[in-house]
């Protein structure tokens, strides 16, 4: 169910399409929904609909998704009404909301479990504040109904088990009971939750299966509840990368959003963000305040504090033993090697750095093939693009470039040659010369500078 307003949200972006750990709420309950291996997988959309199915790529055999309508929102049984002519008569059909991202696939598995194809199983949980919630009505240990907060008596609302918004029913009876259902009520909506009651009636068994963990049910309405899931989700990404023997300066100040794999002795200091796909290898320190995303860095390499890495769809590598920043950026197709320093204020793009070689001040790497042990001066830049195609420059190994250095691509420089510093490098210079492309320095002797003329 991904068809409501939001309205707490106070924003024109549809509430499933907020964010958590990156991902927006309703990828989470998707991916989730992914892993049980559903059939068919149908997303009820209302409010904002073409937004939401768009940010979903839509319908079709790569996305898995169908999707059904409700238009306009006439309650949680109304929404599953509309996804009805999309369900096989012979499935389970689990639903689940797109506002409640943290649901894990065990849980809806044993949720599965419980159903068998045969009974209806909510998940259920008790909370000290149960306000708000629709409440669970057993008789001993029998579940008889579920009763919305606003209909509740005072008696009903002092229940603290609730229903999640989770349930798993099969699907021939659950068409029944839903075209059943009525909207006298308090809200005077088409309640989901009325299938309850109707289930015991039929003498269907009706089984809750209750967990503790308020993390996997909690639903967001607001900015500040979409802040407190975010930080109780990282604080448990924190938590299990401690139990992978990860070293968090403080737990409380890191983010991932996306997948964080480290190997043996990772470090990480605090305020660094991990974004996309990142692979630390064994023994890889990360400084304050790192930005790192779409990568991978090697066994030993350190990164220092404030440095930004973002590998978008390329990716970035950083070899073994190799040292970036402070303040350093890594764009896509950044192909270090073992033992390269790259320093501050340094920038590369799409451009491969062989073992050893060195960019330790105030540089521009695009487009280029760096052999081993080059030392790129403070100041030099590849200068690739010609205001219509990139061009590339190769610099061979062992190669100095001094400060200050314009190099004009396409361009090659011949291996173990020498750069002067201020040159600007138009053509390709020969292996083992050095090559100085500037004006010639001249000394003028003694050189009288202009004099004040006396005031009249
Ligand atoms: C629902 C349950 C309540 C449960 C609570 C758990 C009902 C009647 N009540 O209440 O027992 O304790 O969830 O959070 O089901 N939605 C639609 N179309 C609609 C209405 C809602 O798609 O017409 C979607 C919402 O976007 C949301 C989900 O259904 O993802 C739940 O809706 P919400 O309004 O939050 O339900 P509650 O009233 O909180
Ligand atoms: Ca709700």
Redesign the pocket.
Known sequence: ????K?TRMKSSLP??LHRLAGLPLLEHVLNTARALQARNTVV?T?HGAEAVEAALGGAGADTGLQFAR?IP???????VQQAVPMLADDGVVLVL????PLIQPDTLGALLAACAGQRLALLTIRFADPS???RVLRSGEAVQA?V?HKDASEAQRAITE????IMAAPARQLKGWLARLDNSNAQG?F???DVVGMAVADGVDVVAHTIDDALQVA?INSPAQLAELERAHQLRTAQALMEHGVRLQDPGRLDVRGTLQCGQDVEIDVNCVFEGRVHLGDGVRIGANCVIANCAIESGAVIQPFTHIDGEKAGVTVGENARVGPFARLRPGAQLGPDVHIGNFVEVKNATLAAGAKANHLAYLGDASVGERVNFGAGSITANYDGVNKHHTVIEADVHVGSNCVLVAPVTLGAGGTVGGGSTITKDTAPGALTVARGKQISVAGWKRPAKKPSQ
């Open positions: 169910m991904a068809a409501g939001g509430k499933v009820i209302g409700q929102q006439l309650g949680t049984g109304h929404a909301s797109g506002d409640v708000g919630y629709g579920i919305e609730v229903y999640s918004g909506e309640y989901l939750t639903g």
